[in-house]
């Protein structure tokens, strides 16, 4: 397809990628007055031209993409058919996925700053938004839904934009106008999926904000919810309680684990009605504690991984290790914590392990550099679950919780915690004195007595 024309204005250059059902190029536009600028095509796969079903599910994508006007939805210039096959024409994006932004954060031992997740979490909510309220001609609503909101397809431009893509498996409203059972067809990536669509009942826009609201818990926690392979997955969202966060993450602000549960909730009735509505609470969650994210700073912030251009698109692309199925692989966003972490040369320090007791899993991480050791850390803790499809406690967090624990927040900023429901700065195992400050008191008792006894 190299150095091929298509309908006398896209000239291929380059091949970029191969997913399931089509393969993507980046190509040249030449129109008249010198007009030019660069486009992605997608093609479907010649051996699936004849194949209805994929044949239909790449021609709703083209058109569906069509209708969206609005800057965290992909683009799709149009659709066509020649003697090179069925391609649509996209735009260009240059930037990253979301899990190679994380990736690339990790690597560079941190992980991706709060105000940042939650501006790529509420940019995906207005485009969310838009997709869910669209309409037909006669202004009737489409129930659209995506069906895989998922960090492959969340990607990040340059310039701090988010951008919802690969609209491939998504549905309309079935027949009657109401949503529907999905009898044949399972979408989507396991591990992002709402409890709904693997048990195979009706679907709605909800499923997508299960997506959106897992993506949002994995971000701020640092780690995968449903981790595992896909059976392991499927066993966790059908039958296992999601974690508390202020378990798996002591010190986190109760109003920021509310979001997470109810973004989380299996029962579609308690979760977030809309993508407005949650896109609505973490702003005001980010006022209230002065969190200011906006492109600008996103796209500051990405300018420091010094990455060259990297042309992303609306198809998943097929990894270079040959794996189709990304989720049998170990890419929990918590794995790269241990990997040279406690190796820099600013922590050279041999700590015991038992001088820690209160610190949290990032915290163990920095200073023991052992996954190993923190998985035994984490399997001695007790569990604490909620109830299914509530959202409610099935039991309290624990009393001694870290009540003036700092939640890092931006570039290295941290704001102090209020202490969690039953809980005081006096009770908490952070508010006791370590050595240095005893050292400390004792030396001070020391010179006042030696004072008191000269006076006398």
């Not at 649509?88 to 979301?98: A, K, N, P, Q, T």
């Not at 500051?300 to 990304?326: C, M, T």
């Not at 001695?380 to 927040?409: C, K, L, N, Q, Y």
Request: hydrophobic letters at 40%; one cysteine or more; proline letters at 6%.
């Amino acid at each position: 397809m190299e150095n091929t024309t298509l309908g006398n204005q896209y000239q291929i250059v380059r091949k970029i990628a191969t997913g399931g059902m089509g393969e993507l190029f980046v190509a040249n536009q030449f129109g008249e007055f010198n007009y030019q600028r660069q486009v992605v095509i997608k093609r479907l796969h010649p051996e699936l031209a004849n194949d209805a079903l994929h044949r239909g599910l790449f021609i709703q994508e083209a058109v569906l993409s069509g209708r969206f006007n609005h800057p965290n939805l992909v683009h799709v210039h149009g659709i066509t058919e020649d003697s090179n096959g069925l391609y649509m024409v996209m735009e260009y994006i240059v930037g990253m996925d979301l899990m190679g932004l994380v990736r690339a954060a990790i690597a560079r031992r941190s992980f991706l700053p709060l105000e940042h997740a939650l501006c790529i979490i509420a940019q995906i909510g207005e485009g969310l938004e838009t997709v869910h309220s669209i309409t037909d001609a006669r202004g009737r609503p489409l129930n659209l839904v995506h069906r895989d909101v998922t960090p492959s397809n969340i990607l990040i431009t340059h310039n701090g934009i988010a951008k919802l893509v690969d609209f491939g498996v998504a549905r309309v409203r079935s027949e009657g106008g109401q949503p529907g059972q999905d009898a044949d067809i399972i979408a989507g990536k396991i591990n992002y999926m709402a409890p709904e669509m693997l048990s195979g009942g009706a679907i709605d826009h909800r499923v997508d904000l299960f997506g959106l609201g897992v993506i949002l818990y994995e971000l701020v926690l640092g780690r995968r919810l449903f981790r595992g392979t896909p059976e392991e997955a499927r066993e966790a969202i059908l039958s296992r309680p999601i974690p508390l966060p202020s378990v798996v993450k002591p010190g986190i602000d109760p109003d920021l684990e509310k979001i997470l549960l109810k973004a989380v909730d299996k029962n579609p009735e308690y979760r977030y009605q809309s993508a407005g509505e949650l896109v609505l609470d973490l702003e005001k969650f980010a006022a209230e504690r002065k969190i200011r994210f906006s492109r600008l700073k996103l796209a500051r912030y990405l300018q420091r991984f010094n990455q060259p251009d990297k042309a992303v698109d609306a198809a998943e692309p097929e990894p270079e290790s040959g794996i189709e199925d990304w989720e049998g692989v170990q890419l929990d966003f918590d794995q790269g914590f241990g990997e040279g972490w406690g190796q820099s040369e600013t922590m050279g320090m041999n700590i015991p392990e038992n001088s820690m007791p209160d610190m949290d899993d990032e915290e163990w991480l920095e200073l023991m550099g052992s996954p190993e050791k923190l998985a035994q850390r984490q399997r001695s803790r007790p569990v604490f679950a909620i109830r299914e499809g509530t959202g409610a406690h099935a039991a309290s967090a624990p009393t001694a919780a870290a009540a003036d624990t700092a939640f890092e927040f931006g570039e290295g900023k941290s704001l102090p915690q209020p202490a969690l429901s039953g809980t005081s700065a006096s009770s908490s195992p952070r508010s006791g004195w370590g050595p240095a400050a005893w050292i400390a008191l004792a030396l001070a008792v020391g010179v006042a007595g030696f004072m008191l006894a000269r006076v006398l």
